[in-house]
DNA sequence: CTCTTAACCTGGACGC
DNA sequence: TGCGTCCAGGTTAAGA
């Protein structure tokens, strides 16, 4: 289920619990996942330090002196905190055992996530080519308008690609649109700047609030039942298709735009 | 270069 | 209860 605002919360909730400790082992139950687990992280790993957790795009890169340990949660996975004899079960793939009896333990049932190796002074090559962070500096409706001259695709596919963004994920990327009042199938390339600012303000009011959310809603990331660090977020649009819309009551409307189920206003959204 | 499509893998919801 | 089908919030490589 990870969108940026989970893997925001997720990172600042395991970062208390991990930063500073040493790892004593990686334990790897299943390397297939989106990418083989690389080997490498089970021999270079062991008695290195944690120095730092972050997050770039939906990426948590953990940062050791040899290099950094990246996580990509896919549609389904998870990262907790937990006592190191808690039994793994069906889908907890990788284990990061600490030197202070807890283990970072990662949970995925879908599979689509991955764990992978970036050697110090490298990018690896899945964050070589993203573009800037929605909360970021770098990010704004300027950026949206110079990037979209000519693009001919909908305007929702091109906030939700991370060449032009990252973090924007396909809940997220309908209910931005709603709030800046964009239908999700207009060209790219025919939005107004003007119209681009309000998009970006509403990419970052949305990521932000949700990020709040999990914020005040976050589990303990290290205690061992319940789904850590997902919310519930009062979406406005998304999933609601056939109910009334909360600004001016006509039914949302859904259909797929690039495969992705999309969700908007015919009224409020042009 | 731009854009679309198929694919990765598993589980849950739903209809019969 | 059991089985088939469809769907899922991500992302990439390949192909048009």
Same mark, same amino acid.
């Given at each position: 289920m990870p969108e940026l605002p989970e893997v925001e919360t997720t990172c600042r909730g395991i970062a208390p619990h991990v930063e500073g400790r040493r790892i004593r082992t990686v334990l790897v139950r !299943? !390397?297939?996942?989106r990418w083989p687990v690389p080997r490498e992280i089970e021999s270079i790993l #062991? *008695?290195?330090?944690?120095?730092d957790v972050r997050r770039r795009a939906k990426y948590l890169l953990l940062e050791t002196a040899p290099g950094a340990l990246l996580v990509h949660l896919g549609m389904s996975g998870s990262l907790r905190v937990l006592d190191e004899d808690v039994p793994p079960g069906? =889908? *907890? =793939?990788v284990d990061v055992v600490l030197d202070d009896g807890h283990l970072l333990r990662l949970h995925d049932p879908r599979c689509f996530g991955s764990v992978l190796w970036q050697p110090a002074g490298t990018t690896h090559r899945l964050l070589a080519d993203l573009g800037p962070e929605p909360l970021g500096g770098d990010f704004d409706g300027d950026h949206l308008w110079r990037t979209s001259r000519g693009r001919k695709r909908t305007v929702k596919a091109f906030i939700m690609d991370h060449h032009v $963004? $990252?973090? $924007?994920g396909n809940i997220y990327a309908s209910e931005a649109l709603f709030v800046a009042g964009i239908h999700p199938k207009r060209a790219a390339g025919r939005i107004s700047r003007g119209r681009y600012r309000e998009l970006a303000d509403a990419i970052r009011h949305t990521l932000r609030q949700a990020i709040e959310r999990g914020g005040t809603?976050? !589990? *303990?990331?290290?205690? #061992?039942d319940g789904q850590p660090g997902y919310f519930a977020i009062d979406l406005k649009v998304y999933g609601r298709a056939g109910q009334p819309c909360p600004t001016c009551g006509h039914a949302i409307a859904s259909a797929h735009i690039g495969q992705r189920n999309s969700f908007w206003c015919p009224r409020c959204q042009r």
């Amino acid at each position: 289920m990870p969108e940026l605002p989970e893997v925001e919360t997720t990172c600042r909730g395991i970062a208390p619990h991990v930063e500073g400790r040493r790892i004593r082992t990686v334990l790897v139950r !299943r !390397r297939q996942l989106r990418w083989p687990v690389p080997r490498e992280i089970e021999s270079i790993l #062991p *008695d290195e330090t944690i120095a730092d957790v972050r997050r770039r795009a939906k990426y948590l890169l953990l940062e050791t002196a040899p290099g950094a340990l990246l996580v990509h949660l896919g549609m389904s996975g998870s990262l907790r905190v937990l006592d190191e004899d808690v039994p793994p079960g069906k =889908h *907890d =793939h990788v284990d990061v055992v600490l030197d202070d009896g807890h283990l970072l333990r990662l949970h995925d049932p879908r599979c689509f996530g991955s764990v992978l190796w970036q050697p110090a002074g490298t990018t690896h090559r899945l964050l070589a080519d993203l573009g800037p962070e929605p909360l970021g500096g770098d990010f704004d409706g300027d950026h949206l308008w110079r990037t979209s001259r000519g693009r001919k695709r909908t305007v929702k596919a091109f906030i939700m690609d991370h060449h032009v $963004v $990252v973090g $924007v994920g396909n809940i997220y990327a309908s209910e931005a649109l709603f709030v800046a009042g964009i239908h999700p199938k207009r060209a790219a390339g025919r939005i107004s700047r003007g119209r681009y600012r309000e998009l970006a303000d509403a990419i970052r009011h949305t990521l932000r609030q949700a990020i709040e959310r999990g914020g005040t809603s976050l !589990r *303990d990331f290290s205690q #061992p039942d319940g789904q850590p660090g997902y919310f519930a977020i009062d979406l406005k649009v998304y999933g609601r298709a056939g109910q009334p819309c909360p600004t001016c009551g006509h039914a949302i409307a859904s259909a797929h735009i690039g495969q992705r189920n999309s969700f908007w206003c015919p009224r409020c959204q042009r």
